[in-house]
Nanobody, 121 residues
Framework: QVQLVESGGGLVQAGGSLRLSCAAS????????MGWYRQPPGLQRELVAV???????DYADSVKGRFTISRDNAKNTVYLQMNSLKPEDTAVYYC???????????????WGRGTQVTVSS
């Protein structure tokens, strides 16, 4: 089985920074796109940033210039550096990855359980 485990969430004041990590484990053959999504209180889950295996990235307009997504392919890990945090960034942040498993044809999308980020004003 495959697991995604997020870490790095917490409480921070507006203007501060946090770095999220998400490590994938299991019988992994390869990982294509990895990404971060978030779900603010009472709202739907939304895309924050994605990165493919070659390092190409895409960001939601609301986080461009403040957040940076990166990955370490050798460690099957994706990161999200969040700077200049705002109260509206408060949400549960989820990791997502498109993974090919050893001995299994095709790929599947997997989700982590999420990590809470709270930004106080």
């Amino acid at each position: 089985q495959v697991q995604l485990v997020e870490s790095g969430g917490g409480l921070v004041q507006a203007g501060g920074s946090l770095r999220l990590s998400c490590a994938a484990s299991g019988r992994i053959l390869s990982i294509n796109v990895m990404g971060w999504y978030r779900q603010p209180p009472g709202l739907q889950r939304e895309l924050v940033a994605v990165i493919d295996s070659g390092g190409s990235t895409d960001y939601a307009d609301s986080v461009k210039g403040r957040f940076t997504i990166s990955r370490d392919n050798a460690k099957n890990t994706v990161y999200l550096q969040m700077n200049s945090l705002k109260p509206e960034d408060t949400a549960v942040y989820y990791c997502n990855a498109d993974i090919r498993r050893v001995g299994v044809s095709g790929s599947n999308k997997y989700w982590g359980r999420g990590t809470q980020v709270t930004v106080s004003s």
